[in-house]
Nanobody
Framework: EVQLVESGGGLVQAGGSLRLSCGIS????????IGWFRQAPGKEREGVSS????????YYAEPVKGRFTISTDKAKSTMYLQMNNLKPEDTAVYYC???????????????????WGQGTLVTVSS
Protein backbone atom coordinates (compact mmCIF):
# COMPACT_ATOMS: atom_id res chain seq x y z
CA GLU A 1 0.00 0.00 0.00
CA VAL A 2 1.34 3.41 -0.98
CA GLN A 3 1.25 6.05 1.73
CA LEU A 4 2.33 9.69 1.62
CA VAL A 5 2.56 11.71 4.82
CA GLU A 6 3.29 15.44 4.82
CA SER A 7 4.74 17.49 7.63
CA GLY A 8 6.26 20.92 8.11
CA GLY A 9 3.34 23.23 7.55
CA GLY A 10 2.60 26.13 9.86
CA LEU A 11 2.26 29.86 10.27
CA VAL A 12 4.98 32.14 8.95
CA GLN A 13 5.31 35.83 8.22
CA ALA A 14 5.65 37.11 4.69
CA GLY A 15 9.26 36.83 3.56
CA GLY A 16 9.87 33.83 5.76
CA SER A 17 10.68 30.23 4.92
CA LEU A 18 9.28 26.78 5.55
CA ARG A 19 10.34 23.30 4.50
CA LEU A 20 7.68 20.71 3.83
CA SER A 21 8.50 17.02 4.00
CA CYS A 22 6.67 14.08 2.49
CA GLY A 23 7.46 10.58 3.68
CA ILE A 24 6.63 8.02 1.02
CA SER A 25 6.21 4.31 1.64
CA UNK A 26 5.27 1.47 -0.67
CA UNK A 27 6.29 3.44 -3.78
CA UNK A 28 9.35 2.57 -5.84
CA UNK A 29 11.50 5.58 -6.68
CA UNK A 30 11.90 4.54 -10.30
CA UNK A 31 11.17 6.52 -13.46
CA UNK A 32 8.24 8.21 -11.78
CA UNK A 33 7.08 11.71 -11.00
CA ILE A 34 6.25 12.95 -7.52
CA GLY A 35 5.52 16.44 -6.37
CA TRP A 36 3.35 18.97 -4.67
CA PHE A 37 -0.02 20.57 -5.17
CA ARG A 38 -1.75 23.25 -3.17
CA GLN A 39 -5.31 24.35 -2.66
CA ALA A 40 -6.26 27.76 -1.34
CA PRO A 41 -9.73 28.41 0.11
CA GLY A 42 -12.30 28.65 -2.67
CA LYS A 43 -9.81 27.75 -5.36
CA GLU A 44 -8.98 24.65 -7.35
CA ARG A 45 -6.06 22.43 -6.48
CA GLU A 46 -3.06 23.49 -8.52
CA GLY A 47 0.30 21.96 -9.29
CA VAL A 48 3.24 23.61 -7.56
CA SER A 49 6.28 21.53 -8.37
CA SER A 50 7.30 18.05 -9.43
CA UNK A 51 10.41 15.93 -9.88
CA UNK A 52 11.32 12.78 -11.78
CA UNK A 53 12.69 10.39 -9.20
CA UNK A 54 15.20 8.79 -11.58
CA UNK A 55 16.52 11.70 -13.64
CA UNK A 56 15.77 14.44 -11.09
CA UNK A 57 14.35 16.75 -13.72
CA UNK A 58 12.03 19.30 -12.16
CA TYR A 59 9.07 21.52 -12.86
CA TYR A 60 7.90 24.64 -11.07
CA ALA A 61 4.72 26.59 -11.54
CA GLU A 62 5.34 30.22 -12.51
CA PRO A 63 4.17 31.74 -9.19
CA VAL A 64 6.82 29.81 -7.23
CA LYS A 65 9.78 29.84 -9.61
CA GLY A 66 12.90 31.13 -7.96
CA ARG A 67 11.40 30.81 -4.47
CA PHE A 68 10.59 27.09 -4.04
CA THR A 69 12.95 24.14 -4.44
CA ILE A 70 11.89 20.50 -4.69
CA SER A 71 14.23 17.67 -3.76
CA THR A 72 14.26 14.02 -2.79
CA ASP A 73 16.24 11.79 -0.46
CA LYS A 74 15.85 8.26 -1.78
CA ALA A 75 17.61 6.75 1.23
CA LYS A 76 14.93 8.25 3.47
CA SER A 77 12.11 7.82 0.91
CA THR A 78 11.33 11.46 1.48
CA MET A 79 10.54 14.43 -0.71
CA TYR A 80 11.00 18.04 0.34
CA LEU A 81 9.71 21.42 -0.71
CA GLN A 82 11.85 24.30 0.47
CA MET A 83 9.78 27.46 0.34
CA ASN A 84 11.56 30.80 0.65
CA ASN A 85 10.35 34.39 0.45
CA LEU A 86 6.82 33.26 1.20
CA LYS A 87 3.93 35.52 0.25
CA PRO A 88 0.38 35.70 1.61
CA GLU A 89 -0.85 34.27 -1.70
CA ASP A 90 1.10 31.08 -0.92
CA THR A 91 -1.39 30.35 1.87
CA ALA A 92 -2.97 26.99 1.12
CA VAL A 93 -3.16 23.34 2.06
CA TYR A 94 -0.18 21.66 0.46
CA TYR A 95 -0.47 18.08 -0.73
CA CYS A 96 2.26 15.73 -1.78
CA UNK A 97 1.39 13.36 -4.57
CA UNK A 98 2.81 10.60 -6.70
CA UNK A 99 2.16 9.33 -10.20
CA UNK A 100 3.10 5.90 -11.46
CA UNK A 101 2.45 6.92 -15.06
CA UNK A 102 4.97 7.76 -17.74
CA UNK A 103 4.99 11.54 -17.83
CA UNK A 104 7.32 14.49 -17.71
CA UNK A 105 7.46 16.73 -14.65
CA UNK A 106 6.06 19.56 -16.82
CA UNK A 107 2.90 17.49 -17.28
CA UNK A 108 2.18 17.69 -13.56
CA UNK A 109 -1.58 17.78 -13.25
CA UNK A 110 -3.99 16.37 -10.69
CA UNK A 111 -5.61 14.16 -13.33
CA UNK A 112 -2.39 12.10 -13.50
CA UNK A 113 -1.98 11.59 -9.76
CA UNK A 114 -2.36 8.08 -8.39
CA UNK A 115 -1.60 8.73 -4.73
CA TRP A 116 -2.23 11.70 -2.41
CA GLY A 117 -1.09 12.72 1.01
CA GLN A 118 -3.50 14.13 3.56
CA GLY A 119 -2.27 17.72 3.24
CA THR A 120 -0.54 20.20 5.49
CA LEU A 121 -1.65 23.80 6.02
CA VAL A 122 0.69 26.67 5.25
CA THR A 123 -0.44 30.11 6.38
CA VAL A 124 1.55 33.20 5.43
CA SER A 125 0.66 36.37 7.29
CA SER A 126 1.24 39.82 5.84
Amino acid sequence: EVQLVESGGGLVQAGGSLRLSCGISGFAFGDDVIGWFRQAPGKEREGVSSINTKFLSTYYAEPVKGRFTISTDKAKSTMYLQMNNLKPEDTAVYYCAASGRLLRPSQWDKSWVDYWGQGTLVTVSS
